[in-house]
């Protein structure tokens, strides 16, 4: 992305200087006729790319130390400007400022060297060509802005995508405290927490994920994960069952031999009807189980990981230390003081800690949303950087073509279709941009999609939106620009004639 933006402030300086190079003509020429010789004037233009490029590299490094915090935090690094005198990276940083001011420099001294001097001085110069390079130029750094902000878009999408997405259960005013240092007062804790009017209900599950393994009727021997829960585990957290029923408060024989599985057990298993299906597991005495219940898939973990077989076994609270608090919307602050409270009135000699599921959940997308934030200001620079370019070079444009724009006026041409003769050629460029971006920007799309296991699907509007905008911006941006050179009176540029 850095060398995108480097690349495009490359292609506006070569565009610049080029389309400027009409009021440099007549420097040129007396230069030309008093001696000078092509590799002279090559080394003069080179030379101002080169100290331009120098005034631009010592800014660069100011504005680098000014904004490291906000890079920092954007990328959740911890860069310091030290690092700028390592040996190798300084090298490299020297490489790229030579590099760029040759990139820069090189094609338009070539130009403005081939410029002869008897046309220049006699009035007859006029810019070259077509200019196929310049305009190649222009739809390629509006082909790099587009590829950008339609990328940004499309970041931004997945990520509201799966942090709004349905996890299977209710995680809002959730509040998980997991206790590692004493197990035998879960009861107590929990009684407490049950007097308050705050606190909906609590329910608790080990802390963690246990990995184990298991046979089943076949003979098959299962990886999955196992849950110990309080019965009430399913019901707080609006984890629905598809098959069968949860753990009875009435049933004792349910917290003994007794188990629950998901979807995604029945899947790997090959079960048509699980409900009465045994586990052996292998690894506690060969002690075995009957499943009861099949409880719907749900997203313990990250939507960027599958959903693995899952198996919940009934624990008693003494024995648990993850406790799953569910709190009255609006009651909040009182209710996190009352469980404060109530954690060290039971654990007096434990650290307290909390955390709400759904913050939990959403920073497990934290990389992805410092991608979204990377991109997005990269794709504001990249967009600040092409316009002003555009501008600068319809500005030029308009300069060059004054003469043609009075002649047009006296002969009864109007503001709107002057306007509309300046604003044309350049909006085909934008155009052409976004016809070659957008399926560059579908491959990069879905190469980037492939990587997630739950997606938004790729249509139209996640490329013709961003699209439409940069469109719109390009027209606005020359649209001002000539409007004002359309209605400049045309006595003022047929004065000098």
């Known amino acids: 992305m850095a060398l995108f933006i480097l690349l495009i402030a490359c292609i506006n300086f070569i565009n610049l200087t080029v389309a400027r190079s009409i009021k440099r003509a007549k420097e040129i020429g007396i230069r030309k006729v008093v001696g000078s010789t092509k590799k002279q004037l090559t080394a003069q233009f080179m030379g101002e790319s080169i100290l331009l490029c120098l005034i631009a590299f010592t800014l660069a490094l100011i504005l680098t130390k000014a904004t490291l915090p906000l890079f920092n935090s954007?990328?959740?690094?911890?860069?310091?400007?030290?690092?700028?005198?390592?040996g190798k990276l300084t090298a490299e940083l020297i490489a790229l400022f030579l590099l760029t001011s040759f990139i820069a420099g090189f094609y338009p001294a070539m130009v403005l060297t081939r410029y002869e001097p008897t046309k220049i001085l006699y009035n007859r110069f006029q810019v070259a060509g077509k200019n196929y390079l310049q305009k190649s130029l222009v739809v390629l750094q509006f082909v790099l802005a587009t590829c950008l902000v339609a990328l940004t878009f499309v970041l931004y999408q997945q990520f509201k995508y799966i942090t709004s997405a349905n996890l299977g259960y209710d995680d809002s005013?959730?509040?998980?405290?997991?206790?590692?240092?004493?197990?035998?007062?879960?009861?107590?804790?929990?009684?407490?927490?049950?007097?308050?009017?705050?606190?909906?209900?609590?329910?608790?599950?080990?802390?963690?994920?246990?990995?184990?393994?298991?046979?089943?009727?076949?003979?098959?021997i299962i990886n999955f994960r196992k849950d110990l829960i309080t019965p009430n585990y399913l019901t707080e957290?609006?984890?629905?069952?598809?098959?069968?029923?949860?753990?009875?408060?009435?049933?004792?024989?349910?917290?003994?031999d007794k188990v629950l599985v998901n979807e995604a057990f029945v899947k790997k298993a090959g079960w048509t009807d699980p409900l009465g299906q045994k586990i052996t597991f292998t690894t506690e005495?060969?002690?075995t189980a009957e499943i009861i219940g099949v409880v719907k898939n749900y997203h313990y973990g990250s939507m960027n990981e599958n959903i693995e077989p899952q198996l919940f076994k009934w624990q008693d609270v003494q024995d648990l230390n993850g406790f799953y608090i569910k709190i009255k919307p609006g009651n909040t602050t009182q209710a996190l003081a009352f469980i404060k409270k109530a954690y060290q009135q039971v654990?007096?000699?434990?650290?307290?800690s909390y955390n709400f599921v759904q913050a939990s959940n959403k920073l497990q997308y934290s990389d992805i949303e410092k991608w979204r934030q990377i991109l997005f200001f990269g794709g504001l620079i990249t967009i600040l950087i092409s316009f002003m370019g555009l501008y600068g070079l319809s500005v030029l444009s308009s300069e060059r073509r004054k003469k043609e724009i009075g002649i047009r006026k006296v002969y009864g041409a109007t503001v709107s279709s002057?306007?509309?003769?300046?604003?044309?050629?350049?909006?085909?460029?934008?155009l052409i941009a976004f016809i070659i971006a957008t399926p560059l920007t579908i491959i990069a799309a879905r190469k980037f999609l492939q990587t997630m296991l739950y997606r938004i699907p790729l249509s139209v509007e996640l490329f013709i939106i961003?699209?439409?905008l940069v469109i719109l911006l390009a027209f606005i941006t020359v649209y001002l620009q000539t409007r004002q050179s359309a209605i400049t009176n045309p006595v003022?540029?047929?004065?000098?004639e």
């Not at 209900?201 to 184990?212: D, F, Q, W």
């Not at 654990?347 to 307290?352: A, E, L, N, R």
């Not at 002057?418 to 934008?430: A, F, G, M, P, S």
């Open 74 to 86: 954007l990328s959740n690094k911890s860069l310091s400007l030290s690092y700028l005198f390592d």
């Open 173 to 220: 005013n959730l509040v998980l405290i997991e206790q590692y240092d004493n197990h035998s007062k879960g009861q107590l804790f929990t009684k407490l927490l049950a007097e308050n009017p705050n606190i909906q209900e609590v329910a608790a599950k080990n802390a963690g994920n246990n990995s184990t393994i298991g046979k089943i009727t076949s003979g098959e």
């Open 237 to 256: 957290l609006k984890i629905p069952m598809v098959q069968g029923r949860n753990f009875s408060m009435t049933n004792a024989s349910d917290s003994v």
């Open 285 to 287: 005495n060969n002690k």
């Open 347 to 352: 654990y007096p000699m434990s650290p307290y």
């Open 418 to 430: 002057i306007t509309r003769l300046l604003t044309t050629d350049y909006l085909k460029l934008v």
């Open 466 to 468: 961003p699209d439409i």
């Open 492 to 496: 003022k540029s047929l004065k000098n």
